[in-house]
Structures are given as structure tokens and as C-alpha cells.
């Protein structure tokens, strides 16, 4: 694979054939993530953890996909952990810290930052996020959620309809998303957002030049109506300099009263979490937890597996990992949560 040894620092790195081998090795890797399975394949490798923007989910999946892995990690979240807080220069950090550990995880509230840190040091880093910029790992496993999905459902994604919603301006699963979308055919993007929070235009010209339909519209209802997907996303507070300035009209709620009016049967809402669930809050609402359609969990269960897949293929493992999984003999559950049971029923 071409990714052996290599940076992940952009969804830009994947092409259609990247896509679906690490879709097939996710798969073999799912038993290892829940704990069904073992193995140690990088026994001995230690993974280093650098989050200079504050991260709980994200953060504790890449450290659970490197032991599944057999692999140590060592973490450090917050500037004030760093030399850099004495002056030292991101490029040193990068070049001294980088020499203490097979890979490393770095996310950055900097969009350039996570570059400048690539150049320092030839130990593999995986963006783990760049302020506004992107999230590479997000969204391949938003591309296997959502395979996986339309597989069940007898669809495509060649041909579908994607409804974007929310903070498509700062949010970078979204920029990710589509670049890895855009590798597809014949997709219909409608980008429901208010104008401030609007979709750079760099993503919309890259699906644009490869004959992708765009459409931008401020009416949810018409933008989710013919959607076989929903990727709503929060607006992200934390890249507003006031408080005021991300007013946000709660004609961009979605609720099980709009999806049943509106959506189709076969359909997937997907989120990238976490979501605000407090009442009143202007983002996906809990109460469409128990509809079969939204895929928020099964999505962020299979966060583990596919880093767990890029973290073996960057470190060149993962034509080895097959033969390396053995039984486990502890107790594992047979659904991730109490409310996978109808779902996993439904899927088979």
C-alpha cells in the first residue's frame, strides 16, 4: 500500500482503489476492536499522542486502536504539556519527539500546524484533526459507516444524494467527507447551511471540476427531502471569535418530526458527534435515537476498526494481520449498545 511509512494528513491521499482495501481490512478488524479477537501485530511499537486542541472520543479511539493493535501509547493533551510554552519551535517539538515513537497522532488547532509538524520528522504522523482544516481518519470511517449502510440497503453510493447540514465552514469532517465523496460518481451535494456557515468554495469546486451536481440552498426541508444520506454537523463554537457571531436559526434542527415528514425510508443520518442534545440545542435530536435510519452509533463504532486499519497499514502490517488473531477469553457484549439489537436484527 502506498500509505506504508507514509504522513495521513489529507483525505487528498486516498483514490477509490485505498478506499476499498481498507474497507476490507476494517471488516477483518471489527472483531478486534470489540475484543472478540486478538492480536499483537505491533507488540513492541509505541504510538505517540500529541493533542494540542482539547479531544476525548477522538483521542481515546486512536490510543484503544493502537493497543488492540498489541501496541503502547503515550499521551500528551494541552499546549501546557510543551516546550513550546518556554519558546521552543513547533518544528523542534516535532523533530525531538518524533524520534521517540513509531507514529504519531497530532492534532493541531492550526490548520498549518499539522504540516509544519509533518516536515520536521520522517516518524508517520496521522492528522487527528487541524483546526478548520480537516480530518482525514473522520471520514474514511464515515465512508465504511456509510458503505456499509447503503450495502444493506441494495445501494450505491455512485448516483446518491448527500445532505450536508450545519457548520460546513469550520467543519472539517464535512471538508474531508466530501473530498472523499468526490472520488465517487454522479453525486448529488445538497450543502444546507446559512451563508455565513457556508461550504468553502475550494471543496466546491473540487466536486464541482469532477462533474458532481452542488447545490446550496438555507430551506432543511428541501435540501434533506430526496437525501439517501444526512451528515449534520454542530456548529463549531470554539472558531468564533465572539459569541455572537454564530447566531444559528433553529430552522437547522433536525428531529424525528422532520425526518418522518420529509425523508425517505431508505435513508441514513450520520453525525460525526458529539452532538448538542440539550433542549433547545440547534443539532441532530435524541429523540430519533430509536429510528433504524440513524447510524450516529454504528458510525462511531467503527472509529476503532478503521484507525486501528490505517495504523496497521502505515506501519506495514497489514498483510499479516489475518493470520495473527487468535481467540479472546474474556466476556464481550453482543451488541455495543442496549438499542443495537433492532438494527443488527433488521441488517440480517
Same mark, same amino acid.
Given at each position: *500500500?502506498?500509505?506504508?511509512?507514509?504522513? $495521513?494528513? &489529507? &483525505?487528498?491521499?486516498?483514490?477509490?482503489?485505498? =478506499?476499498?482495501?481498507? !474497507?476490507?481490512?476494517?471488516?477483518?478488524?471489527?472483531?478486534?476492536?470489540?475484543?472478540?479477537?486478538?492480536?499483537?501485530?505491533?507488540?513492541?511499537?509505541?504510538?505517540?499522542?500529541?493533542?494540542?486542541?482539547?479531544? /476525548?472520543?477522538?483521542?481515546?479511539?486512536?490510543?484503544?486502536?493502537? %493497543?488492540?493493535?498489541?501496541?503502547?501509547? &503515550?499521551?500528551?493533551?494541552?499546549?501546557?504539556?510543551?516546550?513550546?510554552?518556554?519558546?521552543?519551535? =513547533?518544528?523542534? /517539538?516535532?523533530?525531538?519527539?518524533?524520534?521517540?515513537?513509531?507514529?504519531?497522532?497530532?492534532?493541531?488547532?492550526?490548520?498549518?500546524?499539522? @504540516?509544519?509538524?509533518? /516536515?520536521?520528522?520522517?516518524?508517520?504522523?496521522?492528522?487527528?484533526?487541524?483546526?478548520?482544516?480537516?480530518?482525514?481518519?473522520?471520514?474514511?470511517?464515515?465512508? @465504511?459507516?456509510?458503505?456499509?449502510?447503503?450495502?444493506? *440497503?441494495?445501494?450505491?453510493?455512485?448516483?446518491?444524494?448527500?445532505?450536508?447540514?450545519?457548520?460546513?465552514?469550520?467543519?472539517? /469532517?464535512?471538508?474531508?467527507? *466530501?473530498?472523499?465523496?468526490?472520488?465517487? +460518481?454522479?453525486?448529488?451535494?445538497?450543502?444546507?447551511?446559512?451563508?455565513?456557515?457556508? %461550504?468553502?468554495?475550494?471543496?466546491?469546486?473540487?466536486?464541482?471540476? =469532477?462533474?458532481?451536481?452542488?447545490?446550496?440552498?438555507?430551506?432543511?426541508?428541501?435540501?434533506?427531502?430526496?437525501?439517501?444520506?444526512?451528515?449534520?454537523?454542530?456548529?463549531?463554537?470554539?472558531?468564533?471569535?465572539?459569541?455572537?457571531?454564530?447566531?444559528?436559526?433553529?430552522?437547522?434542527?433536525?428531529?424525528?418530526?422532520?425526518?418522518?415528514? !420529509?425523508?425517505?425510508?431508505? %435513508?441514513?443520518?450520520?453525525?460525526?458527534?458529539?452532538?448538542?442534545?440539550?433542549?433547545?440545542?440547534?443539532?441532530?435530536?435524541?429523540?430519533?435515537?430509536?429510528?433504524?435510519?440513524?447510524?450516529?452509533?454504528?458510525?462511531?463504532?467503527?472509529?476503532?476498526?478503521?484507525?486501528?486499519?490505517?495504523?496497521?497499514?502505515? $506501519?506495514?502490517?497489514? +498483510?499479516?494481520?489475518?493470520?495473527?488473531?487468535?481467540? &479472546?477469553?474474556?466476556?464481550?457484549?453482543? !451488541?455495543?449498545?442496549?438499542?443495537?439489537?433492532?438494527? !443488527?436484527?433488521?441488517?440480517?
Amino acid at each position: *500500500m502506498k500509505l506504508k511509512g507514509q504522513h $495521513l494528513l &489529507s &483525505s487528498a491521499q486516498f483514490d477509490i482503489d485505498t =478506499l476499498n482495501y481498507l !474497507y476490507n481490512l476494517i471488516d477483518i478488524l471489527v472483531p478486534v476492536a470489540r475484543g472478540q479477537l486478538q492480536t499483537d501485530i505491533l507488540h513492541g511499537a509505541v504510538m505517540g499522542s500529541l493533542f494540542f486542541e482539547a479531544s /476525548t472520543r477522538t483521542r481515546l479511539s486512536f490510543d484503544a486502536a493502537f %493497543m488492540r493493535l498489541g501496541g503502547s501509547v &503515550s499521551n500528551t493533551t494541552g499546549v501546557s504539556f510543551s516546550s513550546i510554552v518556554k519558546g521552543e519551535s =513547533l518544528e523542534d /517539538t516535532a523533530r525531538v519527539i518524533g524520534g521517540y515513537f513509531d507514529v504519531l497522532v497530532v492534532r493541531h488547532q492550526e490548520e498549518q500546524a499539522i @504540516y509544519d509538524i509533518a /516536515t520536521a520528522t520522517n516518524c508517520p504522523l496521522i492528522n487527528g484533526g487541524n483546526g478548520a482544516g480537516e480530518h482525514p481518519t473522520q471520514a474514511l470511517l464515515d465512508m @465504511y459507516t456509510l458503505n456499509a449502510e447503503f450495502k444493506r *440497503m441494495d445501494k450505491q453510493i455512485n448516483g446518491s444524494t448527500i445532505a450536508m447540514v450545519g457548520d460546513l465552514r469550520h467543519g472539517r /469532517t464535512v471538508h474531508s467527507l *466530501m473530498r472523499l465523496l468526490s472520488l465517487y +460518481k454522479n453525486i448529488t451535494f445538497n450543502l444546507v447551511a446559512p451563508n455565513f456557515l457556508s %461550504m468553502p468554495d475550494k471543496f466546491i469546486q473540487l466536486a464541482g471540476d =469532477l462533474g458532481h451536481t452542488i447545490i446550496q440552498t438555507e430551506n432543511l426541508q428541501e435540501g434533506i427531502k430526496a437525501a439517501d444520506m444526512i451528515y449534520a454537523t454542530r456548529v463549531q463554537k470554539e472558531r468564533f471569535a465572539e459569541a455572537g457571531d454564530y447566531v444559528y436559526s433553529d430552522a437547522f434542527r433536525i428531529n424525528a418530526a422532520m425526518i418522518n415528514t !420529509y425523508c425517505k425510508k431508505d %435513508m441514513v443520518i450520520m453525525h460525526p458527534l458529539p452532538r448538542d442534545a440539550r433542549e433547545g440545542a440547534n443539532d441532530l435530536s435524541s429523540d430519533l435515537n430509536a429510528d433504524t435510519r440513524l447510524a450516529i452509533f454504528r458510525q462511531s463504532d467503527a472509529g476503532v476498526p478503521t484507525r486501528m486499519a490505517l495504523f496497521a497499514t502505515i $506501519l506495514g502490517v497489514d +498483510k499479516d494481520i489475518a493470520k495473527s488473531l487468535r481467540q &479472546s477469553s474474556w466476556f464481550t457484549p453482543k !451488541y455495543s449498545g442496549p438499542q443495537d439489537a433492532p438494527w !443488527y436484527k433488521m441488517r440480517s
